[in-house]
């Protein structure tokens, strides 16, 4: 081939990789959508929730049992103790491979490996017979039919759900999309982890208020079964619900649920029309719910395998940060974390309460000035259903105190002077902990403005404010709160209890989540970056060697 020729192939290949390297293509999954919208769930968004390991390690279990001693299943089917499990049915019905070819269809995730030796058989005369002198034990069948069962709500991939929020221009309430029912009917809720029921207004509440909302027609439902048992919740506001429960199918999030309990109110008295909703999912414990012991949605995501880890975490957007429509308002991720949208390491505090998403506060300063608190006043509720922060009476007076020139009133509460939003002179509101610091900037603490000259109310509150809730001696964190950091509720794992983790929020949805087959939503976001760059690092190197090989012609 001559020189010239071969310089000119050369150039011609470098000309052709090097815009690739230069337009790198960031992959992402949009989640910015209108409240309303449905995020269906992708490929992409799917998460392996199996050990191809420990799926081996299983299947060498059962591989062996089909070679079980023929001397032992004849000893076994004669005894005159009848066979007490399904698989020693099976087994002295000579089923053994019919019974196994079952077992194996549950194989489609993980669990760890069997490690415990075999344990000996009785035999029908009372004497003991030892299993590993076969390789095989009738005992070790029941342990892993057992193990069996429990993997049986692993057979499908489990994966991470995105529910897009909406909020409003005060900061004061967020809702999201939930779908009822076959044809579905669409909702607007609020995710409330200070409760645990689920409930819509239904066509049965004939109210002003309840005309105002979206009603939930089970008529229009092929899939509703009336439950009949009426309920009742009163909430701290002292607004109300009754109505009676009813079971359908709903989707939440992109995620599928199968025979959820939920409320159809016939009477509200109006708890969330101001918020634009129709109704209220809560994201608390069973053991706080009012309407009966019934699963909560976030528990049947779990059972029905449609999340991956029994985790909600939260991104509010402040109205500050998004245009006029509002329409950002964030996210709820269900199943998982999105590291794309928090800085940093999560910061794990432990709950200790059983029926709250309860932590304990060791300090709390205001600037630098540290403000002291009961120990009553040390325990702190997570509540992403209420709007601001609440003090006990005396905290929040010697808060405001703390605040130069701040005043109480009678009817609006305590109002601020409205200049020391962009202050530096004040500070931050701190809390402490376990060892984490985590602020509110006195910027979202001033709001409204008043009617008061230069006085603006204060997101700051006391439980006395509240009829009926003046000897409240906790502290509320709100959505006040809640927007300033990213926050994970960690319904807790295995023998793990439930956690709060708290992290620093990116301030700015980046537009994308994504996933990887570890853990859980969002490193994939980071990840592709990553790759991108050294993607192109990789082809500004072929360039460079292309260019060298040009020169040596």
């Known amino acids: 081939m001559k020189p010239s020729r071969c310089r000119c192939y050369c150039l011609l290949l470098f000309i052709v990789l090097l815009p690739l390297a230069a337009t790198a293509k960031l992959h992402r999954i949009p989640v910015q959508q209108l409240c309303g919208s449905s995020p269906r769930p992708t490929r992409e968004l799917r998460v392996h929730h199996e050990s191809r390991v420990a799926f081996m390690s299983k299947l060498q ?22 066979p007490s499990t399904p698989t020693e049915q099976a087994i002295a019905q000579g089923d053994v491979k019919s019974n196994m070819d079952t077992l194996l269809k549950a194989f489609e995730s993980s669990s760890p490996p069997i490690t415990d030796p075999p344990l000996p058989i009785k035999r029908a005369d009372d004497s003991v017979y030892n299993a590993s002198q076969t390789n095989n034990a009738v005992s070790n069948l029941d342990k892993i039919e057992e ?27 967020w809702v999201a999309t939930l779908f009822i029912g076959s ?14 029921d689920l409930w819509v207004s239904s066509t049965n509440c004939q109210s002003s208020i309840c005309k105002s909302l979206r009603r939930f027609n089970p008529s229009r439902s092929s899939t509703f079964q009336q439950d009949g048992q009426t309920w009742s919740i009163n909430y701290a506001d002292n607004s109300w619900v009754t109505g009676t429960l009813g079971i359908d199918d709903i989707t939440v999030a992109g995620i599928p649920i199968k025979g959820q309990t939920f409320g159809l109110a016939s009477v509200n008295s109006g708890s969330t029309v101001d918020a634009g909703a129709d109704g209220i999912m809560g994201l608390g414990f069973e053991s706080n719910s009012e309407i009966g012991h019934i699963n909560t949605p976030v528990s049947n995501m779990v059972l029905q395998n449609q999340i991956d880890e029994p985790i909600v975490s939260v991104w509010l957007n402040k109205a500050s940060n998004q245009d006029a ?10 199943g998982g974390v999105d590291p794309s949208l928090y800085a940093g390491q999560i910061h794990y505090v432990p709950v200790t309460s059983s029926k709250e998403w309860q932590i304990t506060v060791n300090k709390l300063y205001i600037g630098r000035k540290e403000l002291p608190f009961s120990k009553a006043a040390s325990s702190a509720i997570v509540d992403t259903g209420s709007s601001y922060i609440l003090f006990p009476d005396y905290l929040a007076t010697a808060f405001h105190r703390s605040i130069p020139n701040s005043r109480y009133d009678s009817k609006l509460g305590w109002l601020i002077p409205c200049r020391l939003a962009n202050s530096r002179t004040v500070g931050d509101l701190t809390f402490v902990l376990e060892g984490g610091q985590f602020r509110v900037p006195i910027s979202d603490i001033v709001i409204l403005k008043s009617e008061y000259n230069e006085y603006c109310l204060s997101a700051i509150d006391s439980w006395q404010e509240l009829p009926g809730h003046g000897s409240q001696s906790a502290i509320l964190l709100g959505d ?16 793990d209890g439930p956690r709060i983790g708290f992290a620093t929020k990116v301030d700015n949805l980046p537009g994308g989540i994504g996933l990887n087959t570890k853990n859980v939503a969002g490193a994939g976001w980071r990840h592709m970056v990553e790759s991108s760059r050294s993607d192109r690092l990789r082809m500004l190197a072929l360039g460079v060697i292309i260019l060298t090989l040009v020169s040596l012609f």
């Open 480 to 495: 006040l709160f809640i927007k300033n950091h990213y926050v994970v509720f960690d319904y807790g794992k295995n023998n």
């Open 147 to 173: 193990e069996l069962q429990e993997l049986q709500r692993l057979r499908k991939r489990a994966y991470v759900g995105v529910a897009p929020i909406r909020g409003n221009s005060l900061d004061t309430q």
């Open 325 to 334: 429509t509002l329409s950002n308002g964030g996210v709820f991720t269900f």
């Open 61 to 82: 279990q059962l591989h062996s049992i089909r070679n079980i001693d023929a001397d032992i299943l004849s000893k076994t089917s004669s005894a005159s103790v009848a």
């Open 183 to 196: 044809p579905r009917q669409e909702f607007s809720v609020v995710f409330d982890t200070g409760s645990s």
